[in-house]
């Protein structure tokens, strides 16, 4: 079955200091993984997605992840905070194998609420 | 692209009370999902469409959940005799139909009193 782990139900940061969200899947085969952001009040936002071409993935705002099946991670990492970035993030897996309807089932982590510190 | 759209933003009603809420796709997707998420915690997928059909539910659907799509454009999720545990933001999204990003709306909050 799958499920994602997000380690992390808080993380701060100082703003200009590099910023690490850790992500981890279960997944029978393999998924595509995504990220999104959501700000107060605003939509889930996609910021990458992976799906088993280059195993670094650079998506919107710097932010880039790594998949690395041994480890079973995808963890979100951004350079350099900047105090926008503030918002939940979530880790997304959606298993293309769980299909008796053709569609992607996705599963959402808890989600992981980034504070970045002036 | 005008993005996905929900409404109402804010719902606030008793207990007891029927509620419906409208999602509005990115035109041209054939696939439209409408998730729950409660504070604090990542969104629950709740039902599935396939332009016109529904093709999958969640056991979180209970019998007083009723969701359409009857053009296979826009979607309608009804909730009949809310109750307290009913509180959420609702959210809709969609995708094309042979790729797996989801775009979502910005959500409907629910707050039953």
């Known amino acids: 079955a799958q499920s994602v782990t997000q380690l992390d139900s808080h993380v701060s940061v100082s703003e200009g200091t590099p910023v690490l969200l850790r992500c981890n899947y279960s997944?029978?085969?393999?998924?595509?993984l995504f990220w999104y952001v959501q700000h107060p009040n605003k939509g889930l936002q996609l910021l990458l997605k992976?799906?088993?071409?280059?195993?670094l993935v650079k998506g919107i705002n710097g932010f880039e992840a790594e998949f690395k099946k041994s480890e079973t991670s995808f963890h979100l990492t951004k350079p350099s905070a900047h105090m926008s970035d503030a918002a939940e993030y979530f880790c997304?897996?959606?298993?293309?194998?769980?299909?008796?309807?053709?569609?992607?089932?996705?599963?959402f982590g808890p989600g992981t609420s980034l504070s970045v510190i002036p | 692209d005008t993005g996905v759209s929900q409404n109402p933003r804010h719902k606030i009603t008793k207990r007891g009370q029927n509620v419906t809420f409208r999602c509005d796709p990115i035109?041209?997707?054939?696939?439209l999902y409408w998730y729950r998420q409660t504070l604090g915690q990542g969104p629950e997928f709740l039902t599935y469409?396939?332009?016109?059909?529904?093709?999958?539910k969640s056991r979180l659907l209970s019998d007083r959940f009723s969701a359409e799509r009857p053009k296979g454009s826009f979607s309608t999720l009804e909730i009949q005799r809310t109750e307290q545990g009913d509180s959420a933001m609702y959210l809709c999204?969609?995708?094309?139909?042979?790729?797996?990003?989801?775009?979502f709306g910005p959500g409907t909050r629910l707050t039953v009193l």
């Open positions: 999204a969609s995708s094309p139909l042979l790729r797996d990003t989801q775009y």
């Open positions: 997944s029978s085969y393999s998924p595509s």
């Open positions: 992976y799906t088993s071409a280059a195993t």
């Open positions: 997304v897996v959606s298993d293309k194998t769980v299909m008796k309807t053709s569609y992607d089932k996705v599963i």
């Open positions: 035109s041209e997707h054939n696939r």
């Open positions: 469409f396939q332009n016109e059909a529904q093709l999958e």
